[in-house]
């Protein structure tokens, strides 16, 4: 059987102009872009600066103890140390390793290069069903091997010397044996 891959992909896909801010969701544009899509209980995995605003509950995780958040784990290792789950996860973590050491105080490099483990365990506290609306200068923020559509596509084009980025939206699909 030949993979979705092979075939291509017809996912809805809008451009937008932002601008390049420090902080992803400043950008009036790109926040309206994610809290439109915000459902249910929420995680903002890497939740850096900007606090969403969304009708329901908002779980803040950034692995620096500096950010205002609920919890400060390593994404990678949050699903084992907290006993949550969400309807939605916003996954905005640093996108480059340039990017980690330009504005994150050398924080995330781990993030970059381990992006599966933490996408397992992004997974681990998704409902099925459930979204993830990642960030970043790829689209692929949810291995093809695990059990979700890729549903949605934003590209956001940034004016000037800045560099284009996207938004991307993955849906759970997947049931797990131990879910029955
Ligand atoms: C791109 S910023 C998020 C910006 C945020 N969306 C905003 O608009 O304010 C990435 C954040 O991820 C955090 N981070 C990096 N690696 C992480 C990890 N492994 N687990 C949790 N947070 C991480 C960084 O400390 C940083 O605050």
Redo the contacts with the bound molecule.
Sequence with gaps: MQSKKTHGLDVTSTVFQANS??????DDT??KW?EDRLDGDVL?????????RHSGEIHR????KE?KAHT?????H?SDKVNLSFDTV?Y????SVF??ND???G?????IK?STL?AESIDDMLNVGGKVLG??YTIDMIPSSMDYDLTEIAVFTIPGPGKDFFGSVHQKTNTKLTQF
């Design positions: 801010e420090k902080w992803t969701f400043q790109v926040r994610v903002n995995a890497c939740a850096g600066h900007t606090e969403l995780n950034d692995v620096n950010r400060h784990h390593n994404l990678k949050m916003v905005d973590p640093p996108w990017q980690v504005k994150y105080e924080r995330g490099q781990d993030t381990q933490m960030f970043g």
